[in-house]
């Protein structure tokens, strides 16, 4: 597998000023000698946007961004696969049927270790480069994707730090090499993202892009307060939670319905998708909601995720902005192929057709989609506060979020105050990649025994179970001389 995984691209932009880009040109690492690259800013910044733009690169059947995106929501219990007219794009994941050499195991590694290694390359040779400003925010900015790249991965394949910090972690490779290389135990592995994330967020302070498709300080601060979150270190998470927030302002129920998938006054990072991109049939919104002007069927890609009655059900107030973006149609919400349809993940030319197909094909697929939105940082505030007992600085910040979507304040305590807290972030952060992180983190059951659109006979899984960590993948174990079938996840040996 080192040849698929470890070798990877140093991906060279056409244009790198500007978030409004189409596909990078891509050429095998080993033709770009550290000398040629690395001799200026202007390289270094080449492969800088490479390593982002495995965001939006990929294999014939994904991007990197959809397991982000899409896994964490699928493998919960507020989100649908349905397996019609889609290939059967992740029905694996969501009926938690993975094996060591499936699609859904090897292609998020590949994506995130792709992204890794383009960092590690600028990080190996950032001392070429005279200080600088531009210097700082390239290797901030490296250190910072690498983390969250790595945040991803360890999410993913291992337990949590708060529960099995001894456990096997992932391959923490900080070189670009192709060594072979062991498991670094979850706490290890924590500890090299602490240090990295604030590193990053010193070397960002005032040095940090102005666009914000670019992780910024208050990116980096985000990415340190998801880190000290999992780590239940209340100290360090509202700290960088709240410098994360500095000079936000939420938006308001008019902005969060025509705002939520682009660059706005909540924005802490997102990634653009321009009409240039061709990502019509893969993109993010052509699996939640690309329908015609009357919202009758699919003009472009698969539309095979939908809503589950559970979060319906946590939607019952009309006074919640959020529930206005479940579809209606003649005063009913909207259901296709079993599920209910959403459209808080769209694009901005959704009722739009380029005329290139006879058939209605469109590529069309365009937005600035969040990765990262400061209710999120709220909700972390909450939830440290909560778990240390500093009751009034949880509800405070719950209610910030609660009261500007349109809910009354929430007044209770204790654990209720905690279940609250985790609701709030199944309405505020549903298709945005976080519920399966949240029930592991929370050391939480999953349970779709009562969901009627559920066909995935997961029915309910307890809490730490061993199926709640994907496989390592076995051509990773077979070419990593550092590892055995003894190193694979417990539910897979």
Known sequence: MKKIIYIFSLALAMTFNSCEKGFLEVAPSDEYSDASVFTNIEGAQKVLTGAYDWMTNGWYAHYTNQYIFFI??????????????????????????????????????????????????????????????DRNRIEGEALALRTYAYHFLIRAYAKPVN?????????????????????????????????????????????????????????????????????????????????????????????????????????????????????????????????????????????????????????????????????????????????????????????????????????????DFNMIRGSEMYLII????????AEDEAREALNKVRTTRGLSEYQGSGNDLKTEIQNERRRELFAEGHRFFDIKRRNLPLDRSNIAEDWSAVGTISAGSDRFELPIPEDEINANKALTVADQNPAYK
Request: proline share 3%; hydrophobic share 35%.
């Open 72 to 133: 964490p929501d699928v493998m919960g219990e507020d989100a649908m696969v349905n397996s019609t007219g889609n290939y059967n794009r992740f029905v694996a994941p969501y009926q938690y049927s993975f094996t060591p050499s499936s699609t859904y195991s090897i292609d998020p590694w590949i994506g995130c270790y792709s992204m890794i290694d383009n960092c590690n390359a600028i990080l190996d040779n950032i001392g070429s480069l005279p200080e600088s400003g």
């Open 163 to 367: 529960k099995a910090p001894e456990s096997a972690g992932v391959i923490l490779r900080l070189h670009s090499n192709i060594d072979d290389l062991p498991r670094t135990s979850v706490k290890e592995c924590y500890s090299q993202f602490v240090s990295d994330i604030e590193n990053a967020c010193t070397l960002l302070e005032g040095n940090s892009s102005s666009q914000k498709c670019y992780i910024t300080s208050q990116g980096a601060h985000a990415i340190a307060a998801r880190l000290y979150l999992d780590l239940g270190d209340y100290t360090n998470g509202v700290k960088h939670a709240k410098s994360a927030l500095q000079g936000l302002t939420l938006m308001s129920k008019a902005d969060y319905k025509l705002q939520m998938c682009e660059n706005n006054s909540e924005t802490i990072w997102y990634f653009t998708c321009t009409s240039t991109d061709k990502q019509s049939f893969l993109s993010l919104p052509a699996f939640w909601w690309i329908c015609d002007d009357n919202q009758t069927y699919v003009k472009s890609g698969y539309s095979s995720l939908g809503v589950t009655s559970a979060l319906v059900n946590l939607l019952n107030d009309d006074a919640d902005v959020r529930k206005s973006l479940l579809v209606t149609v003649n005063g009913n919400l909207m259901k296709r192929n079993g599920s209910f349809v959403t459209s808080k993940i769209c694009s901005r030319r959704n009722g739009d057709s380029d005329g290139t197909s006879g058939s209605g094909t469109v590529n069309f697929a365009e937005g």
């Open 382 to 389: 909450a939830e440290l506060a909560a778990d240390k007992g």
